[in-house]
């Protein structure tokens, strides 16, 4: 990847490591930033003033466009260290195509490769301490952009800025969980921006999702906005499941296409599963989990890589998935993937990208 050397970052180390006061075994995801920073500024159709800085406090408007108006858009990462001390990134250019695709759709400039892929690269260059090596560990990679114009009134603004912030984050274990399927609220609609990583996106799901925590589920399975007869995904990870022989993902605008759903799919495809990509009603799967042709069901996203479900709740009736020992599919995804992010395996794929 040559376009991710050209431009100049202005390097700002920190005068004061914050490393020594971490206590890698009990970190608290999202709670402990790395050291630095990488902030761009985009003014009048020019990104400017690119710089790796100490992460800290920066100060905005109150009439900044943003807060009023939403344009304000992320991407979420993991970066891995092999045994051996080599830093690696998970698939990143995945994450900037989808950044872009965000972008566009919010009317917001493009971040262009030398930036997001190239800044991504330096900033894990130096904050390389920061990131665990334990199995299971990894440093979240945060890019985000949002408006900055201090002006009220409905445009696009007219400047910008991009930040990559990180931070360290434990072995991740997650319990199965349960998934209630939402007939009422809608996420995202047709022609609407249910495939981009927008903050407003996850605004939306706060109270709805509150509702199902109130009912006893961990997190809600959305569905389409027009019949709520179509499975969409889950909180933040889309959904996967095994019918029969078939790896199924619901497939569509109106769901963030993921890059754990895409991989796992991937994976599926080579290792000799038939797979779709299709609409999934909740009738379906309901049926499938009845006659049990339903075996596995897990949500996919780069927090858990794979969540498995044990229970989904549909009109006041709870709905039962064989027990996760026996999850053959998801169970072999995670130990492949724990292997080539760690670096223990061939990496066939060029899936891990090189700091
Ligand atoms: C981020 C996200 C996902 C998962 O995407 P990955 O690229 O796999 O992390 C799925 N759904 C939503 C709504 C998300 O925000």
Redesign the pocket.
């Known amino acids: 990847m040559s376009a991710t050397d050209q431009i100049s970052i202005r390097v700002e180390p920190t005068k004061e490591s914050r490393l020594s006061q971490v206590d890698f075994n009990n970190l608290k995801f999202g709670q402990i930033m790395s050291d630095h920073m990488l902030v761009a500024e985009y003014n009048d159709g020019e990104w400017t003033d690119i710089s790796i800085q100490p992460y800290g406090d920066i100060a905005v408007s109150p009439s900044m466009s943003a807060l009023h108006y939403g344009q304000a858009i992320f991407e979420?990462i993991k970066g891995y260290k092999f045994e051996n001390g080599t830093v690696s990134i998970f698939r990143p250019d995945?994450?900037w195509e989808?950044f872009n695709k965000s972008a566009s759709r919010l009317q917001m400039p493009e971040v262009p490769e030398d930036i997001f892929l190239g800044g991504l690269k330096k900033l894990l260059d130096i904050d390389r301490n920061w990131i665990p090596s334990k199995e299971g560990t990894a440093l979240y990679i945060r890019p985000f952009m949002f408006a900055t114009e201090a002006a009220l009134g409905v445009h696009p603004s007219i400047s910008y800025k991009f930040i990559i912030i990180t931070c360290p984050v434990g072995a991740y274990y997650s319990k199965p969980i349960s998934l209630k399927v939402e007939t009422h609220y809608t996420r995202a609609a047709e022609g609407g921006v249910g495939f981009s990583?927008n903050a407003g996106?996850?605004a939306l799901s706060l109270y709805p999702t509150q509702l199902a925590n109130d009912e006893g589920y961990d997190q809600i399975m959305w569905t389409d906005s027009a019949g709520h007869k179509y499975i969409e995904?889950?909180?933040?990870?889309?959904l996967i499941f095994r019918i029969g022989d078939t790896i199924i993902t619901p497939h569509g605008d109106t769901?963030?296409h993921?890059?754990?759903?895409?991989t796992i799919m991937e994976l599926a495809e080579k290792w000799g599963y038939k797979t779709e990509q299709r609409k999934v009603s909740v009738e379906e799967l309901i049926e499938g989990i009845k006659n049990g042709t339903v075996t596995e069901a897990f949500a996919?996203?780069?927090?858990a890589t794979i969540t498995h479900i044990d229970r989904i709740g549909f009109h006041g009736q709870d709905y039962t998935l064989p027990p996760v020992e026996g999850r053959e599919f998801s169970l072999k995804v995670l130990d492949y993937l724990n292997q080539l992010r760690y670096g223990k395996i061939e990496d066939p794929f060029g899936w891990n990208f090189i700091v």
């Open positions: 979420g995945k994450n989808r990583k996106n996850y995904e889950a909180g933040t990870a889309n769901i963030l993921g890059v754990t759903r895409r996919a996203g780069t927090a």
